[in-house]
């Protein structure tokens, strides 16, 4: 796409800037594009609801988003929105309940942990908070009823991207603070490739979800098609883009599927509890 002068129109794609790594993978994204005559920039936010402001006013054709900001749009602009694409390592995420290897919960579920001081991560992170809440009530056991629940918000805007929720109630379920904590399965995967899981196990698991998404809007003029096509042709065995796409945990990019965001548009429908500071029944620990 062209602009007026013949020149190719700039595609700007947003992201968040949760860890410093993010500018380490757009600067080399940034560069490999160019080289194939694709004119892309990108802007960083610190949190995801600027980002999806800024996408929605126009500042930016495409937004590298969580789950819950794809769901954010789809909510604000009425679902005139669409993904785009997405990682492989993007759909059929989960997350764990966990707890010492000598827990009741092993056998019991969620029963076993009745009454008992259950960690979760940032009120904003889809893996650590919202879907393992839903799926609990789904199941019929309330977090902020029958569990003695402890969440931490550390670093809210970032949709629990950053996992330092995750792994400091671990840390505190080691302590013996905690009777379990949830955590995503990636989170889990890194305590165990650590070699870090020694006497824990998981109680529970959730159903699976998908995770980010390439978000546009529906009248946006972008060329996206040329950015996707572009995009699916990466190839983690590239020299080049070999080092920002393993700090982007995608070893290739696939189409969107959005069956893996159902439970969440619904979680979000029925004000799952986004935010707890209304909430009694839920400490907040800031240690």
């Given at each position: 796409?062209?602009?007026?002068?013949?020149r190719?129109?700039?595609?700007?794609?947003?992201?968040?800037?949760?860890?410093?790594?993010?500018?380490?993978?757009?600067?080399?994204?940034?560069?490999?594009?160019?080289?194939?005559?694709?004119?892309?920039?990108?802007?960083?936010?610190?949190?995801?609801?600027?980002?999806?402001?800024?996408?929605?006013?126009?500042?930016?054709?495409?937004?590298?988003?969580?789950?819950l900001?794809?769901?954010?749009?789809?909510?604000?602009?009425?679902?005139?929105?669409?993904?785009?694409?997405?990682?492989?390592?993007?759909?059929?995420?989960?997350?764990?309940?966990?707890?010492?290897?000598?827990?009741?919960?092993?056998?019991?579920?969620?029963?076993?942990?009745?009454?008992?001081?259950?960690?979760?991560?940032?009120?904003?992170?889809?893996?650590?908070?919202?879907?393992?809440?839903?799926?609990?009530?789904?199941?019929?056991?309330?977090?902020?009823i029958?569990?003695?629940?402890?969440?931490?918000?550390?670093?809210?805007?970032?949709?629990?991207?950053?996992?330092?929720?995750?792994?400091?109630?671990?840390?505190?379920?080691?302590?013996?603070?905690?009777?379990?904590?949830?955590?995503?399965?990636?989170?889990?995967?890194?305590?165990?490739?650590?070699?870090?899981?020694a006497?824990?196990?998981?109680?529970?698991?959730?159903?699976?979800?998908?995770?980010c998404?390439?978000?546009?809007?529906?009248?946006?003029?972008?060329?996206?098609?040329?950015?996707?096509?572009?995009?699916?042709?990466?190839?983690?065995?590239?020299?080049?883009?070999?080092?920002?796409?393993?700090?982007?945990?995608?070893?290739?990019?696939?189409?969107?599927?959005l069956?893996?965001?159902?439970?969440?548009?619904?979680?979000?429908?029925?004000?799952?509890?986004?935010?707890?500071?209304?909430?009694?029944?839920?400490?907040?620990?800031r240690?």
């Amino acid at each position: 796409m062209s602009g007026q002068d013949g020149r190719p129109t700039v595609y700007r794609v947003g992201a968040v800037a949760y860890k410093a790594q993010v500018v380490t993978i757009w600067e080399a994204f940034r560069r490999w594009f160019r080289e194939r005559a694709f004119p892309l920039e990108y802007a960083l936010f610190s949190t995801y609801d600027e980002q999806v402001a800024a996408l929605q006013a126009g500042w930016i054709d495409v937004a590298w988003n969580t789950n819950l900001a794809y769901v954010a749009t789809v909510r604000a602009t009425d679902g005139r929105c669409r993904a785009i694409a997405m990682r492989d390592t993007d759909r059929n995420w989960t997350s764990h309940l966990i707890v010492p290897a000598d827990s009741a919960a092993i056998s019991l579920g969620l029963e076993g942990l009745r009454g008992r001081r259950v960690g979760f991560g940032d009120s904003d992170s889809p893996q650590a908070w919202i879907l393992p809440a839903y799926a609990m009530r789904q199941a019929g056991f309330d977090p902020l009823i029958d569990f003695r629940g402890e969440r931490r918000d550390q670093d809210i805007g970032k949709h629990g991207d950053t996992g330092g929720a995750e792994f400091v109630q671990l840390e505190r379920l080691r302590a013996g603070e905690l009777d379990g904590c949830v955590v995503s399965d990636p989170t889990w995967t890194a305590v165990r490739d650590a070699g870090a899981d020694a006497g824990l196990a998981i109680a529970w698991t959730s159903p699976p979800f998908h995770h980010c998404n390439f978000t546009a809007l529906l009248e946006s003029g972008g060329d996206h098609d040329g950015f996707v096509s572009l995009l699916m042709s990466m190839d983690e065995d590239d020299p080049q883009i070999r080092e920002p796409m393993r700090l982007e945990y995608v070893h290739r990019w696939v189409a969107p599927d959005l069956s893996g965001y159902v439970d969440l548009l619904e979680a979000v429908r029925l004000n799952a509890e986004l935010s707890m500071a209304d909430q009694p029944a839920f400490v907040h620990s800031r240690r």
